[in-house]
C-alpha cells in the first residue's frame, strides 16, 4: 500500500467519530430544509409537493409582513450598538486602577443566559417594577407605565435588552483591536500635537476597521435572527408588535407544526440575511476592511 | 505644568465616573435581583437595596416548588457530556487536519467552513424530525447529540496543534513512534490551553441553552435549569421572589466558571477576529 493511501486511512479515521456528528446533526438537516420549503409538509397525514404554494401563501399572510417589517426595523439596534461600544471600548482601554473589575461588570451580561436576562429585565418594565416605582417616586409620571405591554414601547424595550446584552461583548472585540494599535504610532501623533479626536478618526479608526467590519457582519446576522428575548418577554405581543420572523417561522414549525410552511419563512430569513451581509461585505471591501481579516 | 496636572485630573475622575455608570447600568439589574431573592413578598417591590429583614424563604420555596437539585443535575448531564463528546471528537478529528496529508483535506475544510456560517436555527426542523425517528424525543440523549461536535472547536484546535513544533513530530515518526501515540503523548499536551478555551465556550453555551430542550423535551421534570426558569417564569408569575432566587440559582456557577477562566475565554474572544 502506498504511504500517500494509508496516512489517508488514518486520517479518516481519526475524523470519523466527529464528522459523522456532523453530516448527521448539521449537514443532512440544512440540505434537508431546502426541499421542505416546497412541501406541505404534515405530521399525522400526508405530505404532498406544492410546489410554490408556501411562498405565495407567505406574501399574502399578513402577519408575515408584520414579522419582516419589524425585523428589519430591528436591525437599527445595529448601529447603536456597534457605536457604543466603539465609545466604550476607548474608554475601558485607558490605563487605570481597577480597569480590569469594570471590564469583567460590563461583561457580565453576555455570559449570563438571555432567559435569566428577559426575567430581570421583565421585571425591572413591571407596571409594579423597579423603573415604574422610581419614576414614580421622582413625581415624572403619575401612573405606572406598561413598557412591555404597549404596543409602542414593547419593540424600544426589547431593542434595549439586546443592546445591553450585546455591549461587553463587542467592546472587548473593539478593546482588542485597540490594543493592536501600535504604540509607536500613538507616540508618534502625540509629538506631531495631533489633539485626541483628530488621533481617533485619522489613527485608531482606520486600524478598527477588519474588527468594525466583523463586528458588523455578526451583529446583523444575529439582529435578524433574534429570537430568545422574544420568546421569553413578549412572545411576540402585544399585537404582534414585537413579532420578528424567527419567532414567526419557530411558532409556524414548534406550535402549529407546519413544517413547510416555516421552512419557506425561514429560507425569506436567509434571503434578507444574505442580503444585509453582502451589503456589509462589500462596504468592508470598499473601506479596506477586509486587509488583515483574511 | 500644574495646570495640565489638574486637567489629567479630571480627565481621569471623569472616567471613573463613566465607568461607574456603565458598570451600573451592566451589572446593576443583577445586583438587584439578588437583593429581591433575600426580601419578603410584601416589599418584594421596594427600592432599597439593603433588606432590613433578609430572608432564606425564596429560595426554600424554589426548591419545594420544583425539584431545584433535579434540574441542576440535568443541567449538569447536559452541559458535562456535551463538552466530553465536543472534546474528545473535535480533538480527534482537528490532528489529520492540521497534521497529516491526505486525500479530499480541502473538501472537508471547505465544507466545516461553510457550515459555520449558516445559523444552526436553519437546520432545527430536521434535526427534531431525526430526534423523533431514532426514537430520542424527550430524552436528555436526544438534547446532548445535536450541537454536541462543534466545527468551531474542530477549527480552534486545529490552529493549535498548527503551533505544535513540527521538529517534535518529526522526531517522533522517525522513532517509528504510531500516530495514535503521537498524538496521545505530544500533540493532546501541546493542545491542552486550547482545550480549556473550548471547555469554556462549551460550558456556557450549553449551560445557557433553553430552545432545543424545549422542543425535545416533553416532561418537564426533564428539563435544564434555564428551560425551567422559562417554564416557570410563565407560569408563576406572581411567584416573583421564588423566580428571582431561581434566577440567582441559575446564573451563580456561570459566573463563577467566567472568573475563573476570564482570561483564557477573552483572548480566544478577541483572538477570533484574526482568526
Redesign the interface.
Known sequence: MKVKTRQTIKAYMFMAPALFMIVVFVLVPIIGSLPLMFYDYSVLGKTKFIGMDNFKRAFSDPEFRISIINSILFVAVVPVLQILSILLALLVNRKLKGISIFRTLIYIPVITSMVAVSIIWGFLFDPSGLINTALQDMGLISNPLGFLSSGKTAMICIMFITIWQGLGYYMMLYLAGLQSVPKELEEAAIVDGVNKLQGFIKIKLPLLKPYIWFCTLNSVISAVGVFDVVYVLTKGGPYNATLVINYYSYTKAFTDFEFGYSAAIGAVQAVITSVLSIFVFLYGKKGGGMTYSD | MIKKIKRKNRS?IL??L???L??L???G??L??LS?SFKTGQNI?S?EFFTAHPTLNNYLGVFKFLSVPRYIWNTLVITLSSIA?DV???A??A???AC??????KI?MG??IS?MI??A??????????ISNVHLLNSLVGVI?????K?FS?ILLRQSYLGVPKELIEAARIDGAK?TRI?RQIMVPGIMPSVSTVVIFDF?SR?????WPV?VLQDPKKYPL??A??YL?GSFNYK?GY??AG?VI??VP??LV??LC?KNY?EA??????G
Open positions: 481621569t472616567a471613573y463613566g465607568l461607574i456603565i458598570s447600568i451592566c451589572a439589574p443583577f438587584w435581583m429581591t417591590y427600592l463528546i474528545v471528537f473535535s480527534l478529528c490532528y489529520p487536519l497529516m496529508e491526505f486525500k479530499g483535506k472537508i465544507i466545516l457550515t449558516i445559523p436555527a436553519a437546520g432545527m426542523i430536521i434535526n427534531y424530525l431525526i447529540l445535536p450541537g454536541s461536535v466545527v474542530i500516530e498524538w456556557i449551560w445557557n441553552e433553553f430552545l422542543i434555564a428551560t426558569l422559562s417564569n416573583f423566580i428571582a434566577t441559575s446564573i456561570i459566573v467566567f472568573l476570564q477573552i474572544i478577541s483572538g477570533a477576529v484574526k
